[in-house]
């Protein structure tokens, strides 16, 4: 046994002779430092003609020209955070100075008829999310194809009660219809004649527009699979509606095209990949085209750049950039393990992350399973992209259940799924106090703000627009502009992020891809997809591709059109009633999207993604005149109606 005690009565090292002993990167600073010091001002000493010397070598750019990239502006981005610190205490001590104190106690001025029409109007759509549950469960269809006859039979596919519309489905739309128009007109005519308040009236159109949305993909989706059940289509891979048209106001299905297609399937689930014997439907999925792996998480970027190489452009790049981001439990683990690989999930379009293999089913959800670092890494190499295979672990009717439906009526989504990827294990009660925290914290950032700051911006606003003064109006924008930004990030913060995650932590919700860097976006068109992807997943799935594709078919640009057609009427419902102004503002806003998309695409052809001059006119027609501009007319509008 090797004993490494000193000797009985042999004396300690000293500290001298330890320091020596120690390799020389464990030497302080100070005695590295000196012996190279003295070895410049040795060798400078010994330099020839010292005031001949060759000062320019070699050729060299500057430091701010665009072609160098290496250069890091951290110091730059500090002095600017400072300097926009000292400038907002100087606005906080000038608006302290010039108005005093005028924040008061939340809801201390809100009458009690304002609070029981708010709880009158909230009420109301949740007894539409009631009635469309009731409606789902009464249109369960009695009967459907046998096995035998699984969606091949030529007389079956031209079956108008099987593909087109029965009598007993027109009875459930026109409820669905009686249903979408209750959940969005009660509460707005509750909200325009009954509640007074913009803030509760806003909230409560919240309330209204979101169900509203949620209801419609509920009553779209199972529509769908409405159909599937009818047709005995179990693997959801045969819609014979991709194949229609409408003619003379009809519903015409080719059963040639249906019948060739059906035969290529056939053929497609018993042909094999001739290199390593794969199914060619997997051979297939791995020939898409797809984002390598990020094998750390300083090397992960959401930057256009990078990922142009290998990202098409539009809804491709948005879905290729949201499969991207690592997952939750991945994301702490990155944490402590620096090298810790992350691959590519492309998620399906419905469950997405477990279907098993081996053909056992999932219990009530798919289950996004923590795994090691290593498993993480092969799990990675073998998933495939799946997009446009639909996978659920709860197959129709069973999914029509209050439980089912009360999970999509809270979950942070607005596209109805008959099952979503869930997290295992216990609720981050860490995770959870912390969003719960900004949450309450930011919201009194707002509140103050709005008060103390924005309000006599607004009051001064009033004034300037009754004297028809350009000058003292365009004042009033620019200074609102600052404190309607820091409102609306704040804002999006807190929803987006705080909100959503927290809401998504206590439901288990796994995909928590809310958003993009839409800050970073080089046109008007990208801001619109990244910034809210709930809607953007919306628009795309039940606005864009059903009008662009069979039986309807129509050109892209038309289901643009319609799409910023809805969004538009959205808005106008949720920022009109509050306010009592239904004059257009809003509606007429977000029409004038489709322009400055042009525009900006147009600036980014001629210049190229990298001058920035798209994201420039982003910045500027939203935040700092669109916003500011848009709030003005609201609040004065509203003022003037209500003396």
């Not at 302290?96 to 029981?116: A, N, T």
């Not at 809805?566 to 999207?593: D, N, R, W």
Request: charged fraction near 20%.
């Amino acid at each position: 046994m090797d004993d490494r005690r000193p000797p009985a009565g042999s004396k300690l090292p000293s500290t001298a002779a330890l320091r020596q002993r120690l390799p020389p990167t464990t030497h302080s600073a100070r005695t590295t430092a000196a012996p190279a010091a003295a070895r410049r001002a040795k060798a400078a000493k010994s330099i020839p003609y010292l005031q001949a010397q060759v000062v320019h070598y070699k050729p060299r750019i500057s430091v701010l020209d665009k072609e160098l990239t290496t250069v890091s502006y951290h110091g730059l981005v500090n002095f600017l955070l400072l300097l926009l610190s000292a400038t907002l205490i100087r606005l906080a001590i000038e608006n302290y100075l010039k108005y005093g104190i005028l924040v008061s106690i939340p809801g201390s001025s809100v009458s009690w008829p304002d609070w029981l029409a708010t709880l009158a109007g909230l009420l109301s759509v949740a007894a539409s999310f009631l009635a469309a549950y009731a409606i789902e469960k009464s249109a369960v269809p009695a009967t459907r194809l046998r096995s035998t006859e699984r969606c091949t039979d030529d007389a079956a596919v031209a079956d108008p009660v099987l593909v087109g519309v029965p009598l007993q489905e027109r009875r459930t739309l026109l409820m669905h219809l009686a249903n979408l128009g209750f959940a969005l007109v009660t509460p707005a005519c509750i909200t325009y004649f009954a509640i007074f308040q913009p803030a509760l009236g806003t909230l409560v159109m919240l309330f209204a527009c979101i169900t509203f949305l949620k209801l419609y993909s509920l009553a779209a989706t199972n529509f769908d699979l409405r159909r599937a059940y009818r047709l005995n289509d179990t693997r959801l891979d045969s819609d014979p509606l991709r194949f229609s048209s409408i003619e003379r106001g009809r519903l015409v299905v080719s059963p040639a095209a249906r019948r060739g297609h059906a035969e290529r399937h056939s053929d497609s689930d018993l042909s094999t990949d001739a290199d390593n014997n794969e199914p060619a439907a997997t051979s297939s999925r791995r020939a898409l085209r797809h984002i390598p792996p990020f094998k750390t998480r300083s090397s992960f970027s959401l930057n256009a750049r990078a990922l142009a190489e290998a990202l098409v452009e539009g809804d491709d790049c948005i879905d290729a950039k949201a499969d991207a981001l690592p997952r939750p439990q991945l994301r702490l683990r990155q944490r402590s393990v620096s090298a810790a690989p992350e691959t590519l999930r492309c998620i399906a379009s419905a469950s997405g992350e477990a279907a098993h293999r081996d053909g056992e089913a999932a219990s009530s959800h798919d289950r996004c399973l923590p795994r090691s670092p290593q498993a993480e890494e092969k799990a990675g190499a073998e998933e495939k992209p799946a997009r446009y295979q639909i996978l659920y672990s709860v197959a129709y009717p069973d999914n029509v259940t209050v439980k089912n439906f009360g999970y999509f009526w809270l979950a942070p989504t607005l596209c109805y799924q008959p099952s979503y990827p869930l997290l295992s294990g216990p609720i981050r009660k860490s995770f959870l106090a912390k969003r719960v925290a900004e949450l309450v914290i930011i919201g009194m950032a707002m509140y103050v703000l709005i008060q103390q700051y924005a309000v006599p911006t607004l009051v001064g606003s009033v004034q300037a627009i009754d004297k028809r003064d350009g000058f003292w109006l365009s004042e009033r924008v620019l200074k609102l502009s600052v404190i309607s930004a820091t409102v609306w990030f704040l804002g999006f913060y807190a929803v987006f992020h705080a909100g959503l995650n927290a809401l998504a932590e206590v439901l288990r919700f796994a995909d928590r891809a809310f958003y993009l860097d839409w800050w970073n976006s080089v046109d008007l068109a990208a801001y619109w997809r990244e910034w809210n992807l709930p809607i953007h997943y919306f628009c795309k799935r039940h606005i864009m591709m059903p009008l662009i594709s069979a039986p309807l078919s129509l050109p892209v640009n038309v289901g643009v059109m319609f799409t910023f057609l809805v969004s538009a009427i959205m808005h106008e419902l949720l920022f009109g009633i509050p306010t009592h102004c239904l004059k257009g503002y809003s509606f007429v806003g977000m029409m004038m999207q489709i322009p400055l998309i042009q525009l900006t695409q147009w600036l980014v052809r001629w210049r190229g993604p990298e001058s920035g001059l798209g994201n420039a006119v982003f910045w500027i027609s939203f935040c700092i005149v669109g916003q500011p501009l848009g709030v003005v007319q609201y609040y004065y509008t509203w003022v003037k109606n209500n003396p």
